[in-house]
Every structure is written in structure tokens, then in C-alpha cells.
């Protein structure tokens, strides 16, 4: 059965590691950051609502008084975390954006010690310390002495590891009173009715009629989004929490090949042993920096 778990782990990481590839679809179509945040989570919703429905209808029972919790996961984490990352996508690469996004156990580390008044341990240091001159090689202040990519990009790639970091400090507490399942189904719809107004939807409704930009939408709520969380908690159920999240390594590493690939995307040699430094942070945080609720499940970019 580990054998199907850990495929079934690996499975969603890789579908994570494919949002840049939709993402960068609807660019050419003309979308904005925001807007493809507002069609990602709207579609999210859908999926989820529908997969509820079928499943178990109780997924879906929460008090108002909770509203809050949904607030901080959907709006202040989810809502900045896909902007940032998408606008780090657009300003710099797929494949620095995903690794920028590696930098949320830092986050998470310098926030459990502020919140939660968590240790920080020679372990937890060294990661830091691997994180930050990951990020320094791959935005190429070493060796260059400058950043070689805008600084609109940089800042949206740290934002994006900043705000999905704090998906851990909200979620900690809503997974105190939620299933997984729940939390994620309205931490999307929270998303979903914040964006869909900011993102001043009915100024381009008439966009909504390309098939393209539906494909590509329901493809990006679907696959990275939804199906990756569904295959990420199953295969957990079976393995331990620090061995799936080192499994789920896999998605920068796959966010790198389709930028390759499909975008002709080359990264330098600092910038590959940067890559490689962020992900050993990762590796060597797990099981000590993420917050109790993390060993039961992840959330997607895209979560």
C-alpha cells in the first residue's frame, strides 16, 4: 500500500509543479494576475463544492461565528499567496517564482517563533540559513553583486512564500475545528467571493466567452488545485508527514522542466545550486518547523 501511497504523494506535488503552465496560458490571453487568481479559486470552489456533495454533505457544515478563520486562510493567505505567485511568474521565470515560494518553512519558522514561541533550534537555523543563500543564488545577487530580474518580481516571489507560510499559522487553528476538507473548501470560497469583486469581474465578463480561457481555467482549478490536494492527503493517510512534504520537493523540480520545456526557460549554474540549498532547507526542516496540524495534511498553492 506505501508503494501506491507515495505515488499517489507524488502524483499531486507534480501537479502542483504545473500551475505555471496554465498560468502562463491565460497571460497570453490577455489576464491579469488578478484574474486568473479570481478564475483559479472560483473554479476551485466549484470542484470542491461538487466533490462535497457527492462525497459527504457534512464537509460543509460550519458556524458564522468561525467566519474569521476562513478570512485569514482564504483572503489574507490564499488571495495574496496565488497574486504574488502569479505576478512572480510574470515578472521573473516559473521556475525562480516556484522556488521563491520554497521560502514559506522559513516563514513559518520566524512566525511559530513570534506566535507561538516555538524554539529555534541549531536545525531550524541551518535552514534559514540554506534558505536565504538559496534565494540570494537564484535571484542572483551572488555572484552577480546585483539582481538580474525586476524587483517587482523578487518581492512578489518572497510575498508568495510569506502568505502561503501563513496558511500554517490560520490554518493551525481552523484545523482545530474543521476537517481538512472543510478548511479548504471555504478557505476558497472566502478567496472566490474577495476576488471576484476586486478583480471588478463585469469589466471583463466579456472575455468569458473564449472556450480557451475556460480550458485553461477549469484546468488550473482542477488538476493543481484540487485533484493535487485530493491525491497529497490520500497518500498521506499511509505515510509520514516529514517523508510526503520531502516528496512534495518534487514540485519545483517539475515547475523547472515545464519552464525548460515549454518556455525555454534557462536557469544559471548558481541558480541550479541555489535550487538545490532551498530544497535541502526544506528536507531538513520537515518535522520540526511546521505546526502540529501540517502532519495531517498540506494545502495546495495550491495550493
Known sequence: MNRWAYLSIAAGAALWGTIGLFVQELYSLGLTPLQVVALRVSCAVIFLLSYCLLVNRQWLRVRLKDSPLFIGTGIISIVFFNWCFFVAIQETSISVA?????????????????????????????????????????????????ITMTTLGVIAGIGSGLFYGLYSIFGKFALQKYNPMTVTVYT???????????????????????????????????????LAFILYTKGLRHVEAGKASIIATLEPVVAAFIGMFFYYEILTLWQYIGVILVICSVIFVQNISMPKFQRKTKMDHSA
Request: glycine share 6%; with cysteine.
Open 188 to 226: 476558497f470560497l472566502f478567496a472566490a467571493l474577495f476576488t471576484l469583486p476586486v478583480s471588478q469581474v463585469w469589466t471583463w465578463i466579456g472575455e468569458l466567452n473564449n472556450i480557451k480561457l475556460w480550458v485553461y481555467a477549469g484546468s488550473l482549478g482542477l488538476f493543481p488545485t484540487v
Open 98 to 146: 516556484a522556488i521563491l515560494l520554497y521560502t514559506a518553512p522559513a516563514f513559518v519558522l520566524v512566525l511559530s517563533r513570534l506566535i507561538f514561541k516555538e524554539l529555534l533550534t541549531a536545525r531550524k537555523l541551518l535552514s534559514l540559513t540554506l534558505t536565504l543563500f538559496g534565494c540570494i543564488l537564484v535571484v542572483e545577487l551572488l555572484p552577480n553583486g546585483s
